[in-house]
């Protein structure tokens, strides 16, 4: 990617995101995850959020993916052409903009149960208009690079292990061409053979224009495919608890001005070999 980013080249920018946790069955304990993200993703990019566990990774990723809600800032998403922020929109156009424009990968597969893993991986593309036969024939041709064996194709994923799951979690992923794509750990519960299918399939996304933020705890997956590295956490976050009348207030939902804990947040170009 060129040093300097073209605006309009720019997928997905968050600017001042700042999050907490309060757990109001505890006392009002107030947990900082993190706060003042800044980061930028352009089409055709790989950006891997990289820092300890513990850190605010899986929460960030979340969090860009509208399943949690920061408590300041901006997560603007290039959705038809214009710049939108999901903070700002109403909960039936998030569905929307996950439904076209971004693409998540989390951890863990959850879907409808008893639905055969060929339709699960199919219905991406079906509700993005593709004709049933092509988003079959497409979902065949990811399950098979990710060598889900085709015996278990007609049958649910509930039973399979977990690195079959993680598989067709990957495949129901890539097989729509997402603007944007949130990957979280794709690749822990693979074997060798697979994380490779997985560096390809990422690339691939690349070379088409997609525009990738994800976490890769394994480092030669991450050597593969990352463009840039975010980093996040190095210094940690210490809990506080709120004084009494704070915690009621929190406990009925009223905003709280509380003193924000800055993480250590840098981003970096990953260096040439």
């Given at each position: 990617m060129?040093?300097?980013?073209?605006?309009?080249?720019?997928?997905?920018?968050?600017?001042?995101?700042?999050?907490?946790?309060?757990?109001?069955t505890q006392g009002?304990?107030?947990?900082?995850?993190?706060?003042?993200?800044?980061?930028?993703?352009?089409?055709?990019?790989?950006?891997?959020?990289?820092?300890?566990?513990?850190?605010g990774?899986?929460?960030?990723?979340?969090?860009?993916?509208?399943?949690y809600?920061?408590?300041?800032?901006?997560?603007?998403?290039?959705?038809?052409?214009?710049?939108?922020?999901?903070?700002?929109?109403?909960?039936?156009?998030?569905?929307?903009?996950?439904?076209r424009?971004?693409?998540?990968?989390?951890?863990?597969?959850?879907?409808?149960?008893?639905?055969p893993?060929?339709?699960?991986?199919?219905?991406?593309?079906?509700?993005?208009?593709v004709?049933?036969?092509?988003a079959?024939?497409?979902?065949?041709?990811?399950?098979?690079?990710?060598?889900?064996?085709?015996?278990?194709?007609?049958?649910?994923?509930?039973?399979?292990?977990?690195?079959?799951?993680?598989?067709?979690?990957?495949?129901r992923?890539f097989?729509?061409?997402?603007?944007?794509?949130?990957?979280?750990?794709?690749?822990?519960s693979?074997?060798?053979?697979?994380?490779?299918?997985?560096?390809?399939?990422i690339?691939?996304?690349?070379?088409?224009?997609?525009?990738?933020?994800?976490?890769?705890?394994?480092?030669?997956?991450?050597?593969?495919?990352?463009?840039?590295?975010?980093?996040?956490?190095?210094?940690?976050?210490?809990?506080?608890?709120?004084?009494?009348?704070?915690a009621?207030?929190?406990?009925?939902?009223?905003p709280?001005?509380?003193?924000?804990?800055?993480?250590?947040i840098?981003?970096r170009?990953?260096?040439?070999?």
């Amino acid at each position: 990617m060129p040093a300097r980013m073209n605006t309009s080249d720019i997928r997905l920018h968050a600017r001042g995101l700042s999050k907490t946790f309060v757990l109001h069955t505890q006392g009002g304990v107030h947990i900082p995850v993190f706060d003042g993200i800044e980061l930028k993703v352009a089409s055709g990019e790989c950006v891997c959020l990289h820092g300890p566990s513990g850190a605010g990774k899986s929460t960030l990723l979340r969090s860009l993916y509208a399943n949690y809600k920061p408590d300041a800032g901006e997560i603007r998403v290039r959705h038809d052409g214009t710049m939108i922020d999901l903070l700002m929109v109403e909960p039936w156009e998030v569905v929307e903009i996950r439904r076209r424009t971004i693409g998540y990968v989390s951890q863990f597969l959850r879907v409808i149960p008893r639905v055969p893993t060929l339709d699960i991986v199919a219905e991406p593309a079906i509700v993005n208009g593709v004709a049933s036969g092509e988003a079959h024939a497409a979902a065949r041709t990811l399950l098979s690079r990710l060598r889900i064996p085709e015996r278990l194709w007609s049958l649910a994923p509930a039973t399979f292990s977990g690195g079959e799951q993680q598989r067709v979690n990957i495949a129901r992923g890539f097989i729509v061409d997402y603007p944007v794509l949130l990957l979280d750990e794709p690749t822990a519960s693979l074997d060798a053979a697979n994380r490779q299918t997985v560096i390809e399939l990422i690339n691939e996304a690349k070379a088409r224009g997609t525009a990738i933020f994800g976490i890769f705890h394994d480092e030669e997956v991450r050597e593969a495919v990352a463009d840039r590295l975010f980093e996040v956490g190095k210094q940690p976050l210490r809990k506080t608890r709120l004084s009494a009348t704070a915690a009621e207030a929190a406990a009925r939902c009223q905003p709280l001005l509380l003193r924000p804990v800055t993480t250590s947040i840098t981003r970096r170009q990953r260096n040439t070999r």
